[in-house]
């Protein structure tokens, strides 16, 4: 089975296919295609605080920056990581058998917190994910509750196609005037 994560904001409001990020009035942040930073899941993103990776203050000037979707192992042949043209984003090609997370952060600007209406996450993840907005969880889907270390798994396969999650939040509660970040720690159920 093809293990892929695909990471990327984006939304008619606010979105992550892990896809790009837009603001009602159709501001985008983020495209498709755009570059995250990267941390392998070798051992926790930050330390001695796990959660510190989450927040829009955490420096991660040492992490890799690399182009979403994020995925090992073949070329991706299903929607939503394939549309039929060329295939783009990070092959993890040492994340077999090596390690079954990855942690993304994405940082965004918002100028206008309060006006910004209702924010949509979406989200494609294969086979878990956790997603937080600003150090907050806002989504989760396939994995158990409360603190998953890095070395934690999905709880079970999932079937392709790959479903595309949605996450509607109001955009005045969970946004920030400036900097603002969305994290997403991704998980394989098998290694192999």
Same mark, same amino acid.
Request: include cysteine; proline fraction near 2%; hydrophobic fraction near 50%.
């Given at each position: 089975?093809?293990?892929?994560?695909?990471?990327? !904001?984006?939304?008619?409001l606010i979105g992550v296919l892990l896809l790009p990020l837009?603001?009602?009035?159709?501001?985008?942040?983020?495209?498709?295609d755009a570059t995250w930073k990267l941390f392998k899941g070798l051992s926790e993103a930050s330390s001695p605080d796990p959660a510190a990776w989450r927040q829009p203050t955490f420096d991660d000037t040492s992490w890799a920056v690399a182009p979403a979707p994020f995925y090992y192992t073949s070329t991706p042949t299903e929607p939503p990581f394939y549309n039929g043209g060329p295939v783009t984003g990070t092959v993890? *090609?040492?994340?077999?058998?090596?390690?079954?997370?990855?942690? !993304?952060?994405?940082?965004?600007?918002?100028?206008?917190?309060a006006a910004s209406g209702t924010v949509m996450v979406q989200v494609a993840g294969d086979d878990g994910?956790?997603?937080?907005?600003? *150090?907050?969880?806002? *989504?989760?889907?396939?994995?158990?509750a409360g603190f998953v270390?890095?070395? *934690?798994?999905? !709880?079970?396969?999932?079937?392709?196609?790959?479903?595309?999650?949605?996450?509607?939040?109001?955009?005045?509660?969970?946004?920030r005037e400036g900097t603002n970040v969305l994290t997403v720690q991704g998980f394989n159920w098998d290694p192999a």
């Open positions: 089975m093809d293990h892929r994560f695909n990471a990327t !904001l984006r939304a008619c837009m603001v009602r009035a159709d501001v985008i942040f983020s495209a498709t993890l *090609g040492d994340m077999m058998n090596v390690y079954t997370c990855v942690f !993304l952060r994405k940082t965004f600007v918002v100028t206008n917190a994910f956790i997603v937080w907005l600003n *150090g907050v969880e806002v *989504g989760r889907t396939n994995m158990p270390a890095y070395n *934690g798994r999905a !709880l079970g396969s999932i079937a392709e196609p790959v479903q595309i999650h949605e996450f509607i939040l109001s955009g005045s509660q969970w946004l």
